[in-house]
């Protein structure tokens, strides 16, 4: 009797210890899984081209690709705000990589610290539309030069003035080739979309160029006069290494009908993909599309 219930007070304790290497090993495996997807970061630092609507909707295709997302927002419009303007920007230390969607902060010191961290740490950078002049201290700040130099120095160009047109897309054809590219099944679009001028920084390589009208005029600006043309054409996205080692994908798209184009979507995806070395979606993924109606520009009634 007693050696019997030795026996089976043994086989019990075998069976734990199993059970409990065995819950051990998994919860070990979906914390791998889940440290192994890409953490991507939305910064929406602006409601101009309403990013509040269409950041969401991409960061779920984003995820559906493979990544985890955050979205970091305050409430408010963030362009008047000097405090509190993006509460949870800490999350920046975990970001594999930071899409930035902003336009003419004021973050204070703390808030402005998580992003200069996170520049200098070398990790990806990708700005949409506005993000190129993300920033907009006063005069004699001590952070006014990063005014141009968020666009210059982590993005490849400077804000310089945008046109007045939709914009004729066309893709760079000896570019092609570039990682970000893959899979873009149309050469040319229209986008409804300001054309933004560009000013690029060296080693940046042109992936797709836009041409729109607007009036001619001379602009004078901290880096230098610039004549503008009726008819203008510029590059509208491109991959860049910044000055601290990061991979870096700028593009003036983000005016809410470019998502109804599914090539944009595409590159955009490839461009997040692509900046963390992650597998880009297959030629036969599905790419989502959606149309969202801009609300900055809606009459008040």
């Given at each position: 009797?007693?050696?019997?219930s030795?026996v089976v007070?043994i086989?019990?304790?075998?069976?734990?210890?199993?059970?409990?290497?065995?819950?051990?090993?998994?919860?070990?495996?979906?914390?791998?899984?889940?440290?192994?997807?890409?953490?991507?970061?939305?910064?929406?630092?602006?409601?101009?081209?309403?990013?509040?609507?269409?950041?969401?909707?991409?960061?779920?295709?984003?995820?559906r690709?493979?990544?985890?997302?955050?979205?970091?927002?305050g409430?408010?419009?963030p362009e008047?705000?000097?405090?509190?303007?993006?509460?949870?920007?800490?999350?920046?230390?975990?970001?594999?990589?930071?899409?930035?969607?902003?336009?003419?902060?004021?973050?204070?010191?703390?808030?402005w610290?998580?992003?200069?961290?996170?520049?200098?740490?070398?990790?990806?950078?990708?700005?949409?539309?506005?993000a190129?002049?993300?920033?907009?201290?006063p005069?004699?700040?001590?952070?006014?030069a990063?005014?141009?130099?968020?666009?210059?120095r982590a993005?490849?160009?400077?804000?310089?003035?945008?046109?007045?047109?939709?914009?004729?897309?066309?893709v760079?054809?000896e570019?092609?080739?570039?990682?970000i590219?893959?899979?873009?099944?149309?050469?040319?679009?229209?986008?409804?979309g300001t054309?933004?001028?560009a000013?690029?920084?060296?080693?940046?390589?042109?992936?797709?160029?836009?041409t729109?009208?607007?009036?001619?005029?001379?602009?004078?600006?901290?880096f230098?006069?610039?004549?503008?043309?009726?008819?203008?054409?510029?590059?509208?996205?491109?991959?860049?290494?910044?000055?601290?080692?990061?991979k870096?994908?700028?593009?003036s798209?983000g005016?809410?009908?470019?998502?109804?184009?599914?090539?944009?979507?595409?590159?955009?995806?490839?461009?997040?993909c692509?900046?963390?070395d992650?597998?880009?979606?297959?030629?036969?993924?599905?790419?989502?599309?959606?149309?969202?109606?801009?609300?900055?520009?809606?009459?008040?009634k």
């Amino acid at each position: 009797m007693y050696f019997q219930s030795f026996v089976v007070n043994i086989g019990q304790m075998m069976m734990r210890f199993t059970l409990l290497l065995l819950l051990i090993l998994v919860d070990g495996f979906v914390v791998r899984a889940h440290s192994a997807r890409p953490h991507a970061v939305f910064v929406l630092g602006t409601l101009h081209y309403s990013p509040e609507l269409t950041m969401p909707v991409f960061a779920k295709e984003l995820e559906r690709f493979g990544f985890r997302t955050t979205l970091v927002q305050g409430t408010g419009d963030p362009e008047k705000k000097m405090e509190n303007v993006l509460p949870n920007i800490s999350v920046l230390k975990d970001a594999d990589a930071v899409i930035f969607f902003s336009r003419f902060m004021k973050l204070p010191d703390e808030e402005w610290q998580h992003i200069e961290d996170y520049l200098k740490s070398g990790k990806p950078v990708i700005g949409l539309r506005t993000a190129n002049h993300s920033f907009k201290y006063p005069k004699g700040h001590p952070r006014e030069a990063w005014n141009d130099d968020f666009g210059r120095r982590a993005l490849g160009t400077p804000y310089i003035v945008h046109q007045s047109s939709e914009t004729n897309i066309k893709v760079v054809a000896e570019n092609v080739g570039h990682p970000i590219m893959t899979h873009v099944a149309k050469r040319e679009w229209v986008s409804p979309g300001t054309l933004y001028l560009a000013q690029l920084e060296k080693g940046c390589v042109p992936l797709v160029m836009g041409t729109g009208t607007g009036k001619p005029r001379l602009l004078k600006k901290a880096f230098g006069e610039i004549q503008v043309k009726e008819s203008e054409t510029a590059p509208v996205a491109w991959a860049w290494k910044n000055e601290w080692g990061g991979k870096s994908f700028y593009t003036s798209f983000g005016h809410p009908g470019d998502f109804a184009e599914a090539s944009f979507n595409r590159m955009l995806l490839n461009a997040i993909c692509w900046s963390v070395d992650h597998p880009l979606p297959a030629k036969n993924a599905k790419i989502t599309t959606w149309k969202l109606e801009r609300v900055d520009k809606k009459k008040k009634k």
